[in-house]
Nanobody, 122 residues
């Protein structure tokens, strides 16, 4: 089995920073594209940023210049550095993996973590 576990969320004041981590564990060789999504109360889940196994990144316009996505393939871990946080960044942040190559020589698709809460408030 494979698990995605997020960490690093919390309460931060506007203008502050947080660094989220998503660690994949279990019987896997590699992960293709990974991403961070977020869901605010009463809103739909939205894509925040993605990163391919080769390191190509993409961001939603609202976080460009403030957030940085990165990953360590050897550790099966993805990060989201969030700077200049705003109250509208408040949401549950979810880790996503589109395709996982497992040690059973099968693919797992569309894997999600359990989410971590980020609250930006004074």
């Amino acid at each position: 089995q494979v698990q995605l576990v997020e960490s690093g969320g919390g309460l931060v004041q506007p203008g502050g920073s947080l660094r989220l981590s998503c660690a994949a564990s279990g019987s896997l060789f590699s992960i293709y594209t990974m991403g961070w999504y977020r869901q605010a109360p009463g809103k739909q889940r939205e894509l925040v940023a993605t990163i391919t196994s080769g390191g190509s990144t993409d961001y939603v316009d609202s976080v460009k210049g403030r957030f940085t996505i990165s990953r360590d393939n050897a550790k099966h871990t993805m990060y989201l550095q969030m700077n200049s946080l705003k109250p509208e960044d408040t949401a549950v942040y979810y880790c996503h993996a589109d395709r996982i190559w497992t040690t059973s020589y099968t693919y797992l698709y569309n894997y999600w973590g359990q989410g971590t809460q980020v609250t930006v408030s004074s």
